[in-house]
């Protein structure tokens, strides 16, 4: 199971498109979105059902420097 970017228009993936904490992790056929909140925050999927359309924890591309620790 999982939720892919690959070829998905910005409407497929939602808020993950535009958010600071989001990451694309790239797989052998598709291109999955990582919210990197959730790898310290239980409170957020790390691989969230697309499209997200609500995010009490999006933060536009840009707002805020990028983290060490969002990478995988």
Wanted: glycine residues 6%; aromatic residues 10%.
């Amino acid at each position: 199971m999982g939720y892919h970017w690959a070829m998905a228009s910005d409407d497929a993936v939602g808020l993950c498109e535009r958010c600071a904490w989001s990451r694309r992790v790239p797989a052998a056929q598709s291109t999955f979105v990582l919210c990197t909140r959730g790898l310290s925050d239980p409170a957020y999927s790390k691989y969230p059902p697309l499209p997200v359309v609500r995010c009490p924890g999006y933060e536009a591309a840009g707002r805020r420097p990028p983290s060490p620790k969002d990478t995988p």
